[in-house]
């Protein structure tokens, strides 16, 4: 089982609808990322959170520390959000786990 | 200019010839990172460097070596390059404290036949 699942792997929305993508993770951490892949390949980093809760402007970003989770919305989505979300937790250092990635695809 | 530059971005080669990627930053980062990304396996770290004069191995860094040249640059290699090392390959830099994400580079993809 890998440190970091991410669900669902694949996600099709069209556009206009709420997203939520899960991470949950087996291990004590100091923060938890959230990455946006694009389909050229280039990875930016949208969020970093070690509680709460976090938002910028049609992101939203949560953790649960007790239950090691987190989840990723978008609000109102568009074509433009299409990318690979990674979930990617740090337990200790700066070294990072990451999960497999959910691909996104909105469908205009 | 991006804050973390990888080159080449794209690469093909044969099996057995010796590889390099490169990678700089403008950041002013300590800490900095090679990763590969293979369908399906998410993000796996190879090597980081802490500093100029710090070398770690990750978790998959059979195959590869690294080069801290200064501060602000953080080379790959492969000494003899395999076609399971085709794969799409991240640097990434980080501060020293540990508070601000790691700021990735466009990535090399690179391919061995």
């Known amino acids: 089982k890998n440190e970091v699942e991410q669900s669902p792997q694949n996600l099709t929305a069209q556009e206009g609808e709420f997203i939520t993508i899960n991470c949950s993770y087996s291990?004590?951490?100091?923060?938890l990322h959230w990455l946006q892949q694009h389909p050229g390949g280039g990875i930016v980093s949208l969020f970093m959170?070690?509680?709460g809760k976090k938002k910028h402007g049609r992101l939203i970003a949560t953790i649960n520390i007790q239950e090691k989770h987190s989840s990723l919305h978008i609000t109102a989505s568009h074509p433009r959000d299409s990318a690979v979300y990674i979930c990617?937790?740090?337990?200790?250092?700066?070294?990072?786990?990451f999960g497999e990635g959910t691909q996104l695809t909105v469908n205009p | 200019d991006a804050d973390v530059t990888q080159t080449p971005r794209n690469r093909i080669t044969k099996t057995g010839k010796r590889i390099m990627l490169e990678c700089s930053q403008t950041?002013?980062?300590?800490?900095m990172y090679w990763y590969r990304q293979d369908p399906g396996l998410g993000l796996r770290l190879i090597y980081y460097?802490?500093?100029?004069?710090?070398?770690n191995k990750g978790e998959i860094s059979d195959g590869y070596s690294v080069s801290r040249q200064a501060q602000a640059k953080f080379s790959l290699s492969l000494e003899s390059a395999i076609p399971n090392q085709t794969a799409l390959y991240f640097c990434?830099?980080?501060?020293?404290?540990?508070?601000?994400?790691?700021?990735f580079g466009d990535g090399t993809r690179l391919s061995i036949l």
């Open positions: 950041k002013g980062h300590d800490r």
């Open positions: 959170l070690s509680s």
């Open positions: 291990v004590g951490i100091s923060a």
């Open positions: 990617a937790v740090r337990a200790s250092g700066s070294r990072l786990t």
């Open positions: 990434a830099t980080s501060d020293s404290g540990g508070l601000q994400p790691q700021h």
């Open positions: 460097s802490f500093d100029v004069k710090d070398i």
